[in-house]
Structure formats: C-alpha cells, structure tokens
C-alpha cells in the first residue's frame, strides 16, 4: 500500500490521472458502495466497481479512482468508510475491495490488482491498479449467481459488456 502526500495539493500519480480525465486506462468513481442518491449502501456499485476492474483485466489494464467523480472532483472515501463500522480505516477498504474482487471475479486479484490511497483536498482517494490479464477473466452477475458469466472489456472511457460473437472474437484477437 502506498501514500502519498498529506496536505491539499494532489501528488503524482493521482494529480496526474486527475489532469487526463477518464480513458481507456482511467475511470473515476464517487464511491464503491455508498449510493448518493439514496442517502444508504448499495451492493450494485459494488457491481460497478467489479465489472470496472474486469474489463481492465480484459483490455490494457488501467487505474481506478474512487472517492472521484465524473468531473474529476475529489470526493474522498468517508461515505464509503461509514459503511464498514469498525473496520473504517484504508486497511479495512482494502480488505473490502479484495474480497469483493476476489469472490466477483473468475481469477484471484492477487499480484494483478494493487490498491493504495493518496490524500488529495485534506481527504483519502483510493487507487487500484490493475494490470492486463493473460487470459480471459469473468465476472459474477449483479443480481447473483456464482458462476462468473459476465464479459466485460474497457473500449475508450467506457467499460462494454460482450457476449457471444463479439467476446469469441475480441477473444480470438485479444489473446490468441
């Protein structure tokens, strides 16, 4: 886990991922769990973060930022570390995110997957980096099931969903 810089001016690498804006290798997300329409944890942002990595892992890799929004707003992490009661820390985020990884996706996240946090605006971002697969990788469906099924890859700034025709051949060109 790394950390970097205490005061209110972003450093390098988040000050530099907030200057480029969302990619085909950087997304931006509010939160992880914390719906802000709502007011209350939502498991389908969960889902979001999931299916974000995924189609990281299938593409080029990338860098999430979450405690970001669309804008390149910094937010922080305090609506997302309410929700894990006495485990609100960085570590206990990262405990969440890798368990939440780890049982959403059809490979372990360990050695592919880095998560560390930076203070940008006097509050925590949290960055997981995430290297490209060298196989195909899955991902559990949002309203259950535990048969990774879903297909998920990073085109431009957005992350797609495939299926059929299109995954065999994005497959076929991707990694064979």
């Given at each position: 886990?790394?950390?970097?810089?205490?005061?209110?001016?972003?450093?390098?690498?988040?000050?530099?991922?907030?200057?480029?804006?969302?990619?085909?290798?950087?997304?931006?997300?509010s939160t992880a769990r914390w719906n802000l329409h709502t007011g209350q944890a939502d498991k389908r942002l969960e889902h979001v973060i999931t299916?974000?990595?995924?189609?990281?892992?299938n593409a080029e890799g990338g860098t999430l930022l979450i405690g970001v929004d669309d804008a390149g707003v910094v937010l922080?992490?305090?609506?997302?570390?309410?929700?894990?009661?006495?485990?609100?820390?960085?570590?206990?985020?990262?405990?969440?995110?890798?368990?939440?990884?780890?049982?959403?996706?059809?490979?372990?996240?360990a050695g592919i997957v880095k998560i560390g946090f930076e203070r940008a605006n006097d509050v925590d971002v949290c960055l997981v980096s995430v290297a490209a697969s060298g196989k195909p990788v899955f991902a559990k469906?949002?309203?259950?099931?535990?048969?990774?099924?879903?297909?998920w890859v990073r085109v431009g700034n957005a992350t797609k969903?495939?299926?059929?025709?299109d995954m065999l051949e994005y497959k076929s060109s991707h990694w064979d």
């Open positions: 886990m790394w950390d970097q810089g205490q005061g209110d001016e972003p450093q390098a690498p988040l000050a530099n991922l907030l200057n480029v804006g969302e990619s085909q290798t950087v997304e931006y997300k299916k974000t990595v995924c189609g990281f892992l922080g992490l305090q609506d997302d570390m309410a929700t894990l009661g006495d485990k609100a820390s960085r570590d206990g985020y990262e405990l969440f995110l890798r368990q939440r990884l780890d049982s959403g996706l059809s490979i372990p996240i469906p949002r309203d259950g099931g535990q048969v990774p099924t879903e297909f969903q495939l299926h059929g025709d």
